[in-house]
């Protein structure tokens, strides 16, 4: 069984995406180890780049700052592999695919397996071109996410189909960013994914507030939330984990 399929044995799954070095790894350590205390399921760990092209201002910004501070891939490996001894829950990247080419594909993922990731979504790798990377997820046992998007329309079933690990469901059409409100119809979306596959599927993208957060998650398996942690860490620096942990407590709390 794949390991991310852990993350939704409790009912459903609250996901926490982190930018890891903004401001600093140590920080991004305190970050990931409150949020999991208070309730997170599973963690996103974002590896900066330059271009990420699927985030808004504020993932942005959380990119460049790690960036400006020398964090690189290879940082942010030992890293990982550090934070292993005191996070037990799924861990998986959010990258991009210039970055896993750039670093090499076969030993990026090789180095996954070696430092303790379970999985990796790369949003701007199309489904038809996945392939590029899915053998060597296998041959190393990293599930490599499937992103499903309101324009996937008749790739829906397909996609869901071949799915491991878990199902990224974007929310809406655009970039990440915190939203008011979500109308894009996710439960047609969810109906075609689960009659395609038992894999569980998330919901992410504009999920700030614990009503939204609920309502995905009654809709799906779970709810990713990565802008609103961002922020919280963006306003509050080195003293980021507390609040981040008490914001990870509310979403969960409406989850449950």
């Known amino acids: ?30 970050v990931v180890k409150a949020a999991v205390e208070n309730g997170a399921d599973l963690i996103e760990l974002g590896i900066p780049f330059s271009d990420p092209t699927a985030e808004g201002p504020v993932i ?3 990119n460049l700052r790690a960036l400006s501070g020398g964090i690189t891939t290879d940082k942010v490996m030992e890293f990982v592999q550090e ?6 829950v799924p861990l998986v990247y959010m990258t991009y695919a210039n970055v896993v080419f750039s670093y090499g594909t076969d030993r990026f993922i090789r180095r996954c397996s070696e430092v303790g990731i379970d999985g990796i979504i790369i949003p701007d790798l199309p489904y038809e071109e996945k392939e590029e990377f899915l053998p060597t997820c296998h041959e190393y046992g990293v599930d490599l996410v499937s992103l499903i998007a309101p324009t996937s329309d008749k790739r829906i079933a397909k996609i869901a189909g071949d799915a ?3 199902v990224y469901i974007v929310s809406s059409l655009g970039v990440t960013g915190m939203r008011s409100e979500i ?23 504009g999920i700030s507030t614990p009503e939204q957060a609920k309502k995905m998650a009654d809709l799906s ?6 802008s609103a942690i961002v922020k919280l860490i963006e306003k509050y620096g080195k003293e980021a984990p507390k609040y981040v942990g008490e914001y990870v ?3 969960k709390d409406a989850l449950r």
Do not use: H, Y
């Open 83 to 88: 934070l292993r001894n005191d996070v037990k």
């Open 164 to 166: 491991e690990g878990f």
């Open 183 to 205: 109308n894009t119809d996710l439960a047609s979306i969810v109906k075609m994914v689960r009659d395609n596959t038992d894999v569980p599927c998330a919901i992410g993208f």
């Open 221 to 226: 398996d779970g709810a990713i939330v990565g």
């Open 60 to 62: 942005q910004g959380a």
């Open 1 to 30: 069984m794949s390991n991310l399929k852990r993350a939704f044995e409790n009912g459903k799954a609250f996901i926490a995406f982190v930018t890891c070095g903004d401001p600093d790894l140590e920080t991004t350590r305190e």
């Open 249 to 251: 407590k509310s979403m």
